[in-house]
């Protein structure tokens, strides 16, 4: 009976395909399909991506400058992306998050090339609640927070925002009614180990159940621990390893509701899918291709059409190019994973 199940599953998977072949049950045909949604001009570091309730995608910019984009109808043949706003007073964004229904925070401040600079670091909200257009408000600077990388909030929670410290090696929480931001987490799993090739520790964090995940880039690990609604881990906890990547870093990541992990590999433009019991497959781009190159973030759909398209952000591969030489503008990529 289940072979017939998979059979008829595989088989509504594979329409849209110009010829069908017989799909084992086990088999995935690799690489998922995937669709250009938007690139922007060259040099365009995208950074990260959140996804409103409405389905359209809010995505950052790390270089040049630090725009925030607003993508409307990213499903559809004619995606529309608007500048949000420009953020002048840095030159870099860095994490976004959705905190409570409608608003989300997002941080930015100044590098050189990828070098934190000291002390530049800020939050502001965005809030779509009320009116069409967000409201956009500062919430606080971070002058203790070295190098803020990926950001999320605790599924209880209405106002906090756990913050990657990627040089530190420390997830810092912030309250963002007081403006108030203390270290939640520092354990040695969300830090570099010496020697490493690259000083990246903690970068993608993300909360599932009641618990927060992390990736170390330099270790190309995932970790996990148990938290509490207020977004510091439950007394006694420890940081558990849930994968260790085949891949010289990992960037940021999503959990889907299978508990399959989608992790960008960014500094060799892969994609990977990484099962409950740590297997990993790479579902999309390779080291020498420019499909996701230099991916950054990835997010699935909310929209009536799209909660089965993950949507990946890239920077172009500017900090590494393909094959040495190849760059492009940063773009967001569809992956479709419903046959995965
Ligand atoms: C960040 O860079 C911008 C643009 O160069 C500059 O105006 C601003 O003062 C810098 N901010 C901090 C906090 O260093
Ligand atoms: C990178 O180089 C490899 C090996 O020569 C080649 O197969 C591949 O097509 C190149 N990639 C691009 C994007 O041109």
New binding site residues.
Partial sequence: MWRYTFTFLSLACATGVAYLVPILPESITLPLPHRLVLQYAEPTWLENIAVRSNGDLLVTGFQPDAPLFIISDPASLAPKSKLLHPFGAVKSLTGITEVSDDLFVVVGGNFSGITPMPESFSAWSIDFRHHQEPTIEFITSLPKVIFPNGLTSPEGSQDVVLIADSTLGAIWNLNIQTGEYDIAVNVPELAAPSGASNGFGVNGVKTHGDFLYWTNSAEAAIYRIKIMPDGYPVEGAEAEMVARADAPFLDDFTIDTKGTIWATTNTDNRLLAIGPSGQTVTVAGAA???TVAGDTAVAFGRGMKDKHILYVSTSGAINNP??GT?VEGGKVVAIDTKCY
């Fill in positions: 020498t291709e420019m393909v094959n190849l």
